[in-house]
């Protein structure tokens, strides 16, 4: 059984391929009358989509967003939302040569051994490409959890191991890399050029802060807000690792150096990062993601073939030597589906 579909109230199935003719989302539990923003879906989309600077990929898609069915009028309609993502620059030649051979640091071999077949043209459905139908149920998310006051925001904290030493929220869309410091971007723009013209790639660190919640969200056992957080993150190929608030340094810490301790007016510190014992308490919801290098790179790798023989590849193609950029709207995507969510579960809670 395979699952493609994700949330409890508010549900979102994602479906197609990076080389088939579309992709898209169906969302189920958009509440009736809630206003939606087409313009809105297509600058999120924007935002993510390939061939926008020197950083990314130069496959060249409009990502244009086709609203199907649940809307009339500019409203929801409460019935299923659906959205088409058409695809008009694939280059399936690309691959041909890697028909039979498993790319290193790609979903292939897991693929492979799983179904016993695999799309090997960009990787099928385990490419990158499908975060685009996620962006598109997102951006509906967004419209719901404004008229909620909830606000979402991710950037680049740390790219090719240089961190960002300060933090200008107008610099974040200034840049090709969306990093919130000037500075810290030009050095960040050199190594990722590096890295491209040595045929290799860059990963780096992904920093988000969603401020206006109330407190109160999340489920106490299996559903937690951080948990529920850290399974959408986890949902995205390129993710290796999630923390919130402080992290492991946490682990570094005293309980006296690490409790957010409270007064009359609230808490003084926010070391856990928005979320206790799974439920937010009013504070920003922050937390962090690492991004892996892109594993689609010019320079050559041993790997291994269908039949086990060894193999060495070079990928050639059209890839981002650097991930992190794109991937800042997809944070922001799946953080919002999961807050939509987590939203309606508590108007239940509550009846």
């Known amino acids: 059984m ?3 579909t994700f949330g409890i109230c508010f549900k979102v199935t994602t479906f197609g391929e990076s080389h088939g003719p579309a992709l898209g989302c169906v969302i189920d539990g958009v509440p009736a009358g809630l206003p939606v923003d087409a ?12 061939g926008q600077s020197e950083v990314t990929t130069a496959r060249r898609e409009s990502d244009t967003a086709e609203i199907l069915s649940g809307v009339f009028e500019g409203v929801a309609t409460g019935t299923p939302l659906a959205i088409l993502i058409r695809n008009c620059d694939q280059r399936s030649r690309d691959y041909g040569a890697l028909a039979e051979v498993f ?20 990787g099928g459905r385990s490419s990158g490409r ?6 598109a149920a997102g951006a509906v998310a967004r419209q719901l959890l404004a ?15 240089i961190r960002c030493r300060s933090f200008d929220r107008e610099e974040i869309e200034r840049n090709p890399l969306r990093s ?15 890295a491209r013209n040595s045929g290799d790639s860059t990963g780096g660190v992904v920093e988000c802060v969603a401020e206006g919640l109330p407190a109160g969200w999340g489920e106490p056992v299996f559903d937690k807000l951080d948990a529920r957080l850290a399974q959408a993150m986890f949902s995205l190929g390129a993710v290796k690792g999630v923390e919130f608030g402080d992290g492991f340094e946490a682990a570094r810490r ?65 890839h981002d030597p650097c991930i992190v950029p794109r991937i800042v709207p997809v944070v922001e995507a799946m953080t919002a589906l999961v807050l939509a969510d987590l939203a309606l579960l508590q108007r239940t809670a509550q009846l």
């Open 180 to 194: 919130p410091d000037a500075d810290a971007a030009r050095e960040q723009l050199a190594a990722v050029r590096a």
């Open 39 to 50: 313009a809105a879906i297509q600058r999120e989309l924007d935002r993510r989509r390939p």
């Open 103 to 122: 790319r290193p640091g790609h979903a292939d071999y897991g693929y492979f051994m799983k179904y016993g077949r695999r799309d090997y043209r960009g």
């Open 254 to 318: 005293l309980g006296s150096e690490n409790n957010d301790a409270m007064t009359a007016g609230g808490f003084l510190t926010n070391h856990a990062g928005g979320v206790l014992g799974g439920i937010s308490t009013g504070q920003p919801l922050v937390f962090r993601i690492a991004v892996k290098p892109t594993p689609s790179i010019s320079r050559e790798q041993n790997t291994v073939d269908q039949s086990g023989g060894s193999r060495v590849i070079a990928i050639a193609g059209r």
């Open 130 to 135: 499908e975060t685009a139908a996620r962006v």
């Open 2 to 4: 395979s699952r493609n």
């Open 147 to 161: 008229t909620l006051g909830v606000k979402i925001t991710a950037y680049a904290l740390e790219i090719a191991g």
